[in-house]
């Protein structure tokens, strides 16, 4: 069926170092995307949202990239804090529908 | 900052009891989700409810559960008999417009004995 995915398990960078986080989808309808922090025993944390009609949209140290014609979603965080050690995970709708496809989720790991 | 509420933060059952467990979603949000989390796994739809009717559902939800919003604050989400299985996180999530960001609470961990 279709799904939304991630392409490594884990990732550890060190601290000040950028990250890169990425996540493919299959679905060609999905036109809401999402990116999701979860640390240890917590509920899913909002990072950062881009609807298909973008390709790029930028927050505070955060930045998502989407690419429709591989259907291909990343994450990039600019000087990665040890604050940022967390599970992420890529999650996708559309506008017309209610539920979030989650992906598998990406460990973050980053070192002193 | 207005956040989606849970309890309990824990709960433990006996398989075959029913469980309920409640959510207060942020107070001008008019979608209202339910989402549960095996250990080690990724997060799995199984509901959403607007205008006091499920909207949709997952295949996971079976006759098994079911949602109401009893109040004008409080969501909950009733497992009538617990399977082992049904060991999870659950988490509740709300959203002010349909296809937007979900804001989620912090989860009840369900563990069924």
């Known amino acids: 069926g279709e799904s939304v995915g991630l392409h490594l398990p884990t990732l550890s960078v060190q601290e000040g170092d950028n990250s890169i986080i990425n996540c493919a989808y299959s679905?060609?309808?999905?036109?809401?995307f999402i990116w999701y922090k979860q640390e240890s025993g917590k509920g899913p944390q909002f990072i950062i949202d881009?609807?298909?009609?973008?390709d790029k949209r930028q927050g505070q140290r955060v930045t998502v990239l989407l690419n429709k014609t591989v259907k291909h979603l990343s994450l990039q965080i600019a000087a990665t804090q040890p604050g940022d050690s967390a599970v992420y995970f890529c999650?996708?709708?559309?506008?017309?529908?209610?539920?979030?496809?989650f992906g598998k989720g990406t460990s973050l790991l980053v070192t002193p | 900052e207005p956040e989606v509420t849970q309890t309990p933060s824990h709960q433990v059952t006996q398989m075959g009891q029913e469980v309920i467990l409640r959510c207060v979603p942020i107070s001008n949000h008019l979608y209202f989700y339910w989402y549960r989390q095996i250990l080690g796994q990724k997060v799995e739809f199984l509901v959403s409810?607007?205008?006091?009717?499920?909207?949709?559902k997952s295949e996971i939800f079976d006759d098994q559960f079911s949602v109401e919003r009893p109040d004008g604050s409080n969501f909950t989400l009733k497992i009538r008999s617990t399977k082992l299985e049904d060991s999870a996180m659950y988490f509740c999530?709300?959203?002010?417009?349909?296809?937007?960001?979900?804001?989620f609470g912090p989860g009840t961990r369900l563990t069924v004995l």
């Open positions: 679905n060609s309808a999905s036109d809401y």
């Open positions: 999530a709300s959203s002010e417009v349909r296809g937007d960001e979900q804001f």
């Open positions: 881009i609807r298909s009609n973008m």
């Open positions: 999650a996708e709708n559309t506008n017309s529908g209610y539920a979030l496809n």
């Open positions: 409810f607007y205008n006091n009717e499920i909207s949709e």
